[in-house]
């Protein structure tokens, strides 16, 4: 069946631009989450939605990065007034329930230059 | 809040070698626990996890992990590793009562001929 699927995966902006990023889960998956990945970073955590909500909020690192799921799908992660530090790779990870594996899409590639 | 720590960045190993990957957490509340890993150029996929029971859990590929409690700890092991395990491997921890899920920096282990 399908995955997690992540558009566009490649994108570069100019300094000061916003950009959107677009996660479609698996049909299904009420747990949606955001991770940026930059080289030695790891996985940071960004946000994490249940249904259509956002308990947690606590990982985005400015006010300048906001998160949006409707319908229990899909979801946006908006960067505004992008800065060359917002340059990583942002990967989406949908599942049933934490207990349940996370099923990562292939990641959207942010490039500010 | 919760916190992963990987120490070790890089593990580089022979061949056929038992291998251990540690991964410390930080909690004031329980927590699940995972291991994932990413071999090059592919996404995170679930190689164990850690709900309740046993403190030995067993996973894909061979590999094992150990809940330590009083130590919060849960280091990967495995007895004899395989050029193929060459990856990135990533510890994650959840508080049970949310779906947040916190990764750690990530182990990449190097394994030689």
């Known amino acids: 069946g399908a995955g997690v699927s992540q558009s566009p995966s490649n994108k570069v902006t100019e300094k000061g631009k916003d950009v959107e990023l677009r996660c479609d889960p698996i049909s299904g998956h009420t747990a949606l989450y955001w991770y940026r990945q930059s080289l030695g970073q790891g996985l940071e955590f960004l946000i994490y939605?249940?249904?259509?909500?956002?308990?947690?909020k606590s990982g985005l690192p400015s006010d300048r990065f906001s998160a949006e799921r409707t319908g229990g799908s899909v979801s946006t992660l908006t960067i505004q007034r992008t800065q060359q530090e917002d340059s990583a790779v942002y990967l989406c990870a949908s599942s049933l329930g934490r207990e349940s594996p996370l099923h990562f899409g292939n990641g959207t590639r942010l490039t500010v230059t | 809040a919760q916190s992963v720590t990987q120490l070790d960045s890089q593990v580089p190993v022979f061949e056929e070698a038992p291998v251990e990957l540690r991964c410390n957490y930080s909690s004031s509340v329980s927590v699940y626990l995972f291991w994932y890993v990413q071999y090059p150029n592919q996404g995170l996929q679930l190689l164990l996890k850690?709900?309740?029971?046993?403190?030995l859990v067993k996973g894909i590929n061979g590999f094992e992990a150990e809940f330590n409690k009083s130590q919060t700890s849960f280091h990967l092991r495995k007895p004899s590793v395989h050029i193929s395990d060459t990856a990135e491997y990533f510890c994650?921890?959840?508080?049970?009562?949310?779906?947040?899920?916190?990764f750690g920096t990530g182990t990449r282990l190097q394994v030689f001929p």
């Open positions: 939605f249940q249904g259509n909500s956002a308990p947690d």
């Open positions: 850690y709900l309740s029971g046993s403190t």
């Open positions: 994650a921890v959840s508080p049970i009562n949310t779906d947040k899920l916190i």
